[in-house]
């Protein structure tokens, strides 16, 4: 059959010219509106789009490139509301799933794993919460963050139910660990960078609903005379650090693991340039889950670690040492060991204050809103205590219960899979045990307004539970 050339197909398709006059239209009109730039990223969006629309491999690895690239980057006008880039991805990845396995009901099943009823359970007691916290009418903005944060628990749901081959679960693991390394080089070119282009750079990402004013670059204890923190484009270092831990953790796996997904010499390269980056966001909760994360794969399975371990401790003091911050990266620590600096201090006090509440709201909480009484605050930096102050005591149960599930899931299943697939669930378990640790210290993994955390941790335990139905030795089944 003798192919159309593009003037044919143009001429036989009035949609097609209309499609592209309708972007041409759009290309210019936005240069013109926001420039050139702008318009260029827009087109970039469409096309990203379109292509959501007819994979959802594509979808799924955009819903990782924004969690760790541009998290809070919205829509650069009002739609009524403004929703950020994030929400469209989920909204856009749920949606072509679902109408796929209503149209071709006998190639794709719903998949819902054992996780699936005590997912849904916590999901409806964190509902429940909200409800009861806010007398029957939350407002509309904790309504608008509460939808985010459910789309982002459902990206477990969504990932169990696209990942179903082999090679897509090496797609999706190699996309995950390239868009980390990227986060992690952009924010370090950020950290290099003397503060006013820094600042330039970041606060021309306000057409994107980033912050133009007040703390756009971020120091320690606010000093802007001290040290510089690295946040690439993800406002806050402790939640970017906490990103990087998860990622790293899952390139680490690789880094070691009998046939890794990368090149050996990429991986190294990755994992350094998280690591370097996660160094200098200054967040010891973020450090400590690396090393927990690291520490469980050693004592797993990868013995090799240990001597990794030694060495990028003595490359990171060096290093330190070689940038002029050895004593005060010291110093930071150990006062932060100890609850003696400012940052401490101030989470002490928000751990008493979530005790409080917890003793006066034992059961369910007090919702996503504000609290009720006057003499408590709302909020707190430890996903356990936000757990217990937001959804009570059964909330956090179930939270508990629901992860210890998947614990339990994932390491019957070590026993049972290849060695391939091992690795990749190992990756995935170390993830998850760097977020858990995080968390002792951090919220951000269990926050309605940081739903990119919330997604990248419940999608990285829905890659594993896929990771575990897939076919075994090696072949993929029909998706």
């Known amino acids: ?34 420039g050139p730039l702008y318009a260029f990223a827009g087109l970039l969006g469409l096309l990203a789009a379109a292509l959501m629309l007819v994979s959802t491999q594509v979808g799924l690895l955009t819903v990782f490139a924004i969690v760790t690239l541009i998290p809070f980057a919205t829509l650069p006008f009002r739609a009524i509301i403004t929703p950020n880039f994030l929400t469209l991805a989920l909204l856009a990845l749920t949606g072509v799933w679902v109408l796929r396995m209503l149209a071709r009901s006998d190639q794709y099943d719903l998949r819902l794993s054992s996780l699936a009823l005590p997912l849904f359970g916590f999901l409806s007691l964190t509902l429940f919460s909200l ?27 969504s990932v169990v139910n696209t990942v179903r081959t082999r090679t897509q679960a090496r797609q999706t693991l190699r996309g995950l660990i ?28 306000g057409r994107l609903g980033y912050p133009t004013s007040g703390r756009v670059l971020r120091y320690v204890e606010d000093d802007v005379n001290g040290l510089e923190r690295a946040i690439g484009f993800s406002v806050d270092p402790n939640s970017f650090g906490g990103m990087l831990a998860l990622v790293v953790a899952i390139a680490a796996a690789q880094l070691v693991a009998v046939r890794p997904l990368l090149p050996r010499w990429s991986l190294a390269v990755l994992v350094t340039l998280m690591a370097v980056a996660l160094l200098l966001t200054f967040s010891r909760a973020a450090l400590f ?22 060495g990028a401790g003595v490359v990171g003091t060096l290093l330190l040492l070689g940038l002029g911050f050895g004593e005060e990266f010291v110093t930071r620590m150990v006062s932060g060991v100890q609850f003696e600096d400012q940052a401490q201090q101030m989470r002490l006090a928000e751990f008493r204050n979530a005790l409080a509440i917890i003793q006066r709201y034992p059961a369910f909480g007090i919702g996503f809103g504000q609290a009720p009484d006057l003499d408590l605050t709302a909020g ?65 993994f269990f926050n309605i307004e940081f739903s990119h955390m919330v997604a990248l941790f419940w999608g990285t335990m829905g890659l594993a539970m896929a990771v575990v139905d897939l076919p075994a030795d090696g072949e993929d089944a029909k998706p």
């Open 289 to 310: 889950g690396l090393i927990f994360a690291a520490a469980y794969l050693a004592t797993i399975r990868y013995r090799q670690l240990w001597g990794v371990m030694v």
């Open 131 to 157: 409800i009861l916290g806010a007398r029957g009418l939350p407002d509309t903005t904790t309504l608008h963050n509460y939808v985010k944060f459910t789309l982002g628990v459902l990206l477990y749901v």
């Open 380 to 444: 707190v930096s430890s996903i356990y205590l936000a757990l217990g102050q937001r959804i009570g005591l059964i909330g956090l149960a179930a939270f508990l219960g629901t992860v210890g599930a998947w614990f339990v899931t994932t390491i019957k299943a070590l026993k049972v899979i290849d060695e391939e697939r091992v690795s990749w669930v190992l990756g995935c378990q170390a993830g998850i045990v760097a977020a858990l640790a995080v968390g002792l210290a951090d919220h951000y």
């Open 178 to 205: 390239l868009v980390g390394g990227a986060a992690a080089l952009v924010a370090l070119i950020l950290w290099v960078l003397n503060d006013a282009w820094a600042l330039r750079i970041l606060v021309s990402l």
């Open 1 to 34: 059959m003798q192919s159309l050339s593009l003037r044919d197909t143009l001429v036989r398709s009035p949609a097609m010219v209309a499609a592209l006059a309708l972007a041409l239209g759009g290309v210019v009109g936005g240069a013109s509106a926001f």
